[in-house]
C-alpha cells in the first residue's frame, strides 16, 4: 500500500509560488533602480540649492573674496552640468570658489523660465547676490524669479527648485 503524505504540495503548485516570487522579484529590481536614479536626481537639486544658500549666506554674511569685503558673490550656471560659486570685489574680477559638476544623467533642463521680462532660459547665466543683503539679482532687476528644473536622462523625471528676487530659495 503506497505510503501517502497529508498537507503536500504537488509540484504544480511549487511552481506557480516560484513563478510569483520571480515576477515580484523582477519588478522589485527594476524599481529599485529607478529608485535610485529618482534619489540621484533629487540629490543635484539639493546640491545647487545649497550651492546657492551658500552664495546668499556669504553675501548676507559680507564674506570676504579675497583682498577686502563687500563682494558680490554668484552662483554661475556655465552650461547644462557646470555650476561654479564665484565671489566679485569691486575691483577685482571673480574668482571661482568652488564648481559643481552634474553627473551625465542630470543635467538642467532648458528652458529655464523666469518671471518677468528679460530672465534667462539658457545656460551660460549668472545669479548674483548683493553683499550684506543678500537680495538676488538675474541679470535684468525686472527678472523677478528663475525656475530651474533638472531632468533625469535615464528616467525621465524632472525636479524643479525657484529662486525669488527677494532671496527665497524652495524646492517644488
Do not use: H
Not at 571673480?94 to 559638476?101: A, C, P
Not at 541679470?139 to 528644473?149: H, N, Q, V, W
Amino acid at each position: 500500500m503506497p505510503r501517502t503524505v497529508p498537507n503536500a504540495f504537488t509540484l504544480i503548485e511549487l511552481l506557480v509560488v516560484i513563478a510569483i516570487t520571480a515576477v515580484i522579484g523582477i519588478y522589485t529590481l527594476i524599481n529599485s533602480r529607478s529608485f535610485g536614479e529618482d534619489q540621484n536626481l533629487k540629490n543635484a537639486s539639493l546640491d545647487i540649492q545649497s550651492l546657492l544658500r551658500q552664495a546668499q549666506t556669504n553675501a548676507t554674511a559680507n564674506a570676504k573674496c579675497n583682498i577686502g569685503y563687500g563682494a558680490i558673490w554668484q552662483v554661475e550656471f556655465a552650461n547644462l552640468v557646470t555650476i561654479n560659486l564665484k565671489c566679485m570685489e569691486p575691483v577685482s574680477s571673480s574668482v571661482l570658489k568652488k564648481t559643481l559638476q552634474l553627473d551625465a544623467n542630470n543635467t538642467l533642463k532648458p528652458p529655464i523660465t523666469g518671471t518677468g521680462f528679460n530672465c534667462p532660459t539658457l545656460p551660460p547665466f549668472t545669479i548674483n547676490f548683493d553683499p550684506l543683503t543678500g537680495k538676488v539679482g538675474f541679470g535684468d532687476s525686472r527678472c523677478t524669479s528663475l525656475t530651474i528644473t533638472l531632468q533625469n536622462n535615464k528616467t525621465g523625471s524632472t525636479k524643479s527648485f525657484t529662486t525669488e528676487q527677494g532671496g527665497r530659495i524652495y524646492g517644488q
